[in-house]
T-cell receptor, first 118, second 117 residues
């Protein structure tokens, strides 16, 4: 079974600074997807960024980028120029690729609570 | 963008009551929907995978008779918590996948906070 581990229960960053959230996963599959989701106090799940395992290039979305190390099974999230609105729970998630073409379930990590200070 | 509507957003009811939560994909067809449960300060735990026109697939440890799932159309899945008790109090979130295909992202509803007195 796939597992996702987030070893940092809480992180803090000053506004305008950069922070990196860690995520490791375990899988025997070669094709899969990785995601970072943000859950603010409203508890809405917001997709931050996604990475296809077959792509070597790290995904980026504006201030958010990932460091995907497939051999090490590591998928960290870097937030640059942190803003107060970035404060939230961040979940790393894994989804297998099924060659049947059907969607598979997401496996979430335990989350990292990010605080942004002035 | 894809929108998933979940209703109600909050419900408070007495022990022994059955509660139905709806998950609708508003602007796309969803052959697959997922139901998650989230305890305070914890991660999302998948309860079941709901497939249109067929029986739901439940995760290990989730009681099928307790949490009834119906996916009668391509835009609606319902989760019914039968004879709810205080330990069923939690935050329930659904997600839907547009169409078919492993590459399609999941779109989440805003969740339902269930409180059983």
């Amino acid at each position: 079974a796939q597992t996702v581990t987030q070893s940092q229960p809480e992180m803090s960053v000053q506004e305008a600074e950069t922070v990196t959230l860690s995520c490791t996963y375990d899988t025997s599959e070669s094709d899969y997807y990785l995601f970072w989701y943000k859950q603010p106090p409203s508890r809405q799940m917001i997709l931050v960024i996604r990475q296809e395992a077959y792509k070597q290039q790290n995904a980026t979305e504006n201030r958010f980028s990932v460091n995907f190390q497939k051999a090490a099974k590591s998928f960290s999230l870097k937030i640059s120029d942190s803003q107060l609105g970035d404060a939230a729970m961040y979940f790393c998630a894994y989804r297998a690729y099924l060659n049947t073409g059907t969607a598979s379930k997401l496996t979430f990590g335990t989350g990292t609570r990010l605080q942004v200070t002035l | 963008g894809a929108v998933v509507s979940q209703h109600p957003s909050r419900v408070i009811c007495k022990s022994g009551t059955s509660v139905k939560i709806e998950c609708r994909s508003l602007d796309f067809q969803a052959t697959t929907m997922f139901w998650y449960r989230q305890f305070p300060k914890q991660s999302l735990m998948l309860m079941a995978t709901s497939n249109e026109g067929s029986k739901a697939t439940y995760e290990q440890g989730v009681e099928k008779d307790k949490f009834l799932i119906n996916h009668a159309s391509l835009t609606l899945s319902t989760l019914t918590v039968t004879s709810a008790h205080p330990e069923d109090s939690s935050f329930y979130i659904c997600s839907a996948i547009r169409g078919q295909g492993a590459n399609q992202p999941q779109h989440f509803g805003d969740g339902t906070r269930l409180s059983i007195l």
